[in-house]
Nanobody
Framework: QVQLVESGGGSVQAGGSLRLSCAGS????????HGWFRQAPGKGREGVAA???????TYAESAKGRFTISQDHAGNTVYLQINNLKPEDTAMYSC???????????????????????WGQGTQVTVSS
């Protein structure tokens, strides 16, 4: 059973930066796709970015430029760097994980379909103007 714990959220002023972390445990052997999603009050969940064990990344169009997804060497901790934060970035940010077949390039499809089996509880990001 994969467990995901997010951290790194907080209250920041517009223009600042944050690095969110998603620490995973309980992985079975194999490749995983990890995604970051966010949900603002009163809005639906929105995909931000995804990364596969082999380092391949996928970004939502709206996330290109200010958001960077990365992972540690073991692939058990996934990061989301957010620069030049804006008030509209205020949301609960959650990470997710899905086992994928290595080399099958399935992470993008999993991400855009939000088809993840494992989800974390989220970390709140609040940006003030």
């Amino acid at each position: 059973q994969v467990q995901l714990v997010e951290s790194g959220g907080g209250s920041v002023q517009a223009g600042g930066s944050l690095r969110l972390s998603c620490a995973g445990s309980g992985y079975a052997y194999g490749s995983y796709c990890h995604g970051w999603f966010r949900q603002a009050p009163g809005k639906g969940r929105e995909g931000v970015a995804a990364i596969e064990t082999d380092g391949t990344t996928t970004y939502a169009e709206s996330a290109k430029g200010r958001f960077t997804i990365s992972q540690d060497h073991a692939g058990n901790t996934v990061y989301l760097q957010i620069n030049n934060l804006k008030p509209e970035d205020t949301a609960m940010y959650s990470c997710a994980a899905e086992p994928v077949l290595y080399g099958a390039n399935r992470c993008a499809a999993v991400f855009f379909g939000a088809d993840f089996e494992y989800w974390g509880q989220g970390t709140q990001v609040t940006v003030s103007s």
